[in-house]
Each structure stands twice: as structure tokens, then as C-alpha cells.
């Protein structure tokens, strides 16, 4: 593989003097990405998460390591996995929140009501872009259905 870097540069006149600012900018394949991701979360229980996360949501574990308490949950995107590890006091995600793309939000939204899920008010709908229906896991994990905004309904 050829390496490619491309240097821009910048002369500032300042003062009588001149300063330089540079930057250095690869090319994606400079960092050799795999088509994968993780995103790693803290639970307060490895079994109740992978519960959810497998019966709930119909994710599937593809690791478990019980010695260091953790699991790799295959989402519902090829390549996109949920970490979770067991930790001593979990804080949830905070403002980090994982959109599960899907096809009919409303539909979504009522088989996952059926199961148990409590979402966090009505589903929002940003005309021309999309329907995001707000949820958590058992731990305070912020998740949401995403998907065409003319989903909302359940029909």
C-alpha cells in the first residue's frame, strides 16, 4: 500500500514576522479501519443486559467472557456491536445515545411496548428526516429508533 499524507500549509503575515499552521491529513485507508465497531457500555448485570439486549431487542451474543464479565452483542447493522461489561456502579450513557435504524418506527415502537419497554415520551419526528423513538436499557442507556419520519404511526 502506497502511503499518501498531504501537508496543507498556511503563511500568516503577523506582526512583521510570519507564522505557519499545518496540517496533516491521510487518506482513510492510512488507518487500516476493519468494517467493524464496538460501543462499549457499563451494566450493572451481565445476565439482566444480555437479557435485554438478546430477548428484548432480538440482538444476538456472538462473545461472553465470564472471567472478566463482559459480552459482545451483533446489533441489528453487520459490524455494529454492544460491549457490555459488568461494573461496580454504572452511570448509563449520559448524552451518548444509540440509534437502532429500523423500518417502521410505530410498528418498532409497539412490539418493543409489548415486551415491557418504557420509552421516554412521544415519538419525535423531524419532518423530512426522520422518527426517533427514545428508550433505555435496565441501566439507564439511552437508546432510540430511528427510522423515515411517515413511520410514527402504528399502522
Do not use: W
Not at 485507508?29 to 435485554?52: N, S
Not at 438478546?54 to 465470564?66: A, I, M, N, S
Request: hydrophobic fraction near 45%; avoid cysteine; charged fraction near 20%.
Amino acid at each position: 500500500m502506497r502511503r499518501r499524507v498531504v501537508i496543507l500549509a498556511a503563511v500568516v503575515a503577523v506582526a512583521g514576522g510570519a507564522a505557519v499552521a499545518a496540517r496533516a491529513v491521510m487518506e482513510p485507508d492510512e488507518l487500516g479501519y476493519r468494517p467493524d465497531v464496538v460501543v462499549q457500555i457499563g451494566v450493572a448485570r451481565l445476565d439482566q443486559a444480555i437479557g435485554f439486549y438478546t430477548k428484548v431487542l432480538g440482538f444476538t451474543v456472538t462473545e461472553r467472557r465470564d472471567d472478566l464479565k463482559f459480552a459482545h452483542v451483533q446489533s441489528n447493522l453487520p459490524g455494529l456491536e454492544i460491549g457490555v461489561n459488568e461494573v461496580a456502579a454504572p452511570k448509563g450513557s449520559g448524552s451518548t445515545v444509540i440509534n437502532i435504524g429500523v423500518q417502521h418506527v410505530g410498528r418498532a415502537r409497539a412490539t418493543l411496548e409489548a415486551r415491557g419497554v418504557v420509552f421516554r415520551g412521544a415519538t419525535q419526528v423531524i419532518p423530512g428526516k426522520v422518527a426517533l423513538a427514545t428508550f433505555s436499557d435496565p441501566d439507564g442507556n439511552v437508546l432510540r429508533l430511528a427510522g423515515p419520519p411517515d413511520t410514527a404511526a402504528t399502522r
